[in-house]
T-cell receptor
Framework: NAGVTQTPKFQVLKTGQSMTLQCAQDMNHEYMSWYRQDPGMGLRLIHYSVGAGITDQGEVPNGYNVSRSTTEDFPLRLLSAAPSQTSVYFC?????WGRGNTEAFFGQGTRLTVV | AQSVTQPDIHITVSEGASLELRCNYSYGATPYLFWYVQSPGQGLQLLLKYFSGDTLVQGIKGFEAEFKRSQSSFNLRKPSVHWSDAAEYFCAVGVGTGNQFYFGTGTSLTVIP
């Protein structure tokens, strides 16, 4: 049981390049989300998904696309990287049970530098 | 709109001393509240959570937190800090059935011998 797996762990991009950050979970969780972590700003929600085929925007969605074709995978795409997207990116999956009890599991992060 | 405030950017405590990290939230409905810990270069580990019931919740590593609705607070406490507790601590509120998380800016804890 691997939990939430993010790849790659590190990436350097040139301005204008595109790339996809991968996120996979093996816990059959309905909910998945992407966050970026910047110094002094905590984690901010980029996009989230409440199930396969359903995605929505979070706090800071500009410059990022997502899709959710399967329960397991939730890739984050940067179409044209900018230096402002230099950050550490975390993927999370979560589930809710009982009377609204919920728990989220985070991946180990992807450190992205855009030069 | 929901928001989470952690007023202390950095706290230094002596090993063995007590600890309280402050968290205030703004959210219109009953919140789901969480505390996470992050060691350098690592992901986030859940310390504890509140979603209903007893307002004093116990977590891992000897941490506890108290939900006070009247003060919109969810402060984290530990009676005796260990050197291994040095890390970054994040308070978060969960919305949308609790599965979208909004985080505070974090409190960095330094433990001195």
């Amino acid at each position: 049981n691997a939990g939430v797996t993010q790849t790659p762990k590190f990436q350097v991009l040139k301005t204008g390049q595109s790339m996809t950050l991968q996120c996979a979970q093996d816990m059959n969780h309905e909910y998945m989300s992407w966050y970026r972590q910047d110094p002094g700003m905590g984690l901010r929600l980029i996009h989230y998904s409440v199930g396969a085929g359903i995605t929505d925007q979070g706090e800071v969605p500009n410059g990022y696309n997502v899709s959710r074709s399967t329960t397991e995978d939730f890739p984050l795409r940067l179409l044209s990287a900018a230096p402002s997207q230099t950050s550490v990116y975390f993927c999370a999956s979560s589930y809710t049970w009982g009377r609204g009890n919920t728990e989220a599991f985070f991946g180990q992060g992807t450190r992205l530098t855009v030069v | 709109a929901q928001s989470v405030t952690q007023p202390d950017i950095h706290i230094t405590v002596s090993e063995g001393a007590s600890l309280e990290l402050r968290c205030n939230y703004s959210y219109g409905a009953t919140p789901y509240l969480f505390w996470y810990v992050q060691s350098p270069g690592q992901g986030l580990q859940l310390l504890l959570k509140y979603f209903s019931g007893d307002t004093l919740v116990q977590g891992i590593k000897g941490f506890e937190a108290e939900f006070k609705r009247s003060q919109s607070s969810f402060n984290l406490r530990k009676p005796s800090v260990h050197w291994s507790d040095a890390a970054e601590y994040f308070c978060a509120v969960g919305v949308g059935t609790g599965n979208q998380f909004y985080f505070g800016t974090g409190t960095s804890l330094t433990v001195i011998p």
